[in-house]
């Protein structure tokens, strides 16, 4: 398998191991041993871990390897305002650009929402909207900023409630998204704006 493509591998599956509770936030992440469980050489696994401590999602420890850093409640206090001042700014941009076409795509994930099955399922769908939203602003450095505030915030969820990752679940509200839709759709932004918070505040 290509280099490139084993350390992508490598990485989701870690990642998914910290969202799903198969890390606890304190565990001791060790290059060699990850490396024999995957059954590739260090390189990936390497380079891996080191992306995820890119994220703040793990920290070095010298000569033991990695800790899975255990999230409180005011990283994610921190997250979630910068959160909303990312994509408050966004929406206003978006708003004065917003098409039909774009909508129709939008709603598509709003679709989408009302079919998952899972928390997980629901948390990606729910990702994709509001990047996608946040898209149509047409600044790439807000948009990774939105996207790593996102993922990160999609670990510390995982922290506080993975035992609800795999519980039965009922589909999560897309309400919010709808009527934040018609509210773009009908050129007023503060409604939209109001609905935007509600389901940030919402989700979490």
């Known amino acids: 398998m290509d280099s490139l493509l084993l350390r992508e591998k490598v990485y989701k599956n870690l990642a998914e191991g910290i969202i799903r509770g198969e890390y606890h936030p304190n565990d001791i992440l060790n290059e060699h041993a990850l490396a024999e469980a995957f059954g590739c050489s260090r390189a990936p696994?390497?380079?891996a871990l080191a992306m995820l401590s890119a994220?703040?999602?793990i920290k070095t420890l010298p000569r033991l390897g990695y800790e899975v850093i255990a999230i409180s409640e005011s990283d994610i206090r921190n997250a979630l305002d910068t959160?909303?001042?990312?994509?408050c700014g966004l929406l206003e941009k978006t708003a004065s650009v917003i098409s039909?076409?774009?909508?129709?795509v939008l709603y598509e994930f709003v679709?989408?929402?009302?079919?998952d099955d899972s928390l997980w399922d629901h948390w990606k769908t729910n990702e994709a909207f509001h990047l996608k939203l946040a898209s149509y602003a047409g600044n790439n450095f807000a948009y990774r900023l939105l996207q790593n505030t996102l993922s990160y915030l999609k670990f510390a969820y995982g922290q506080h409630y993975w035992d609800k990752w795999g519980s039965?679940?009922?589909?999560?509200?897309t309400n919010y998204h709808e009527q934040l839709l018609?509210?773009?759709g009908e050129g007023d932004l503060h409604r939209a704006m109001e609905n935007l918070l509600g389901d940030i505040a919402h989700f979490y």
Do not use: C
């Open 111 to 115: 679709a989408q929402g009302r079919t």
């Open 168 to 173: 039965e679940y009922t589909p999560g509200t």
């Open 55 to 57: 994220e703040g999602i």
């Open 83 to 87: 959160r909303r001042m990312l994509e």
């Open 100 to 104: 039909p076409k774009k909508l129709d």
């Open 182 to 184: 018609k509210a773009l």
């Open 45 to 47: 696994v390497r380079d």
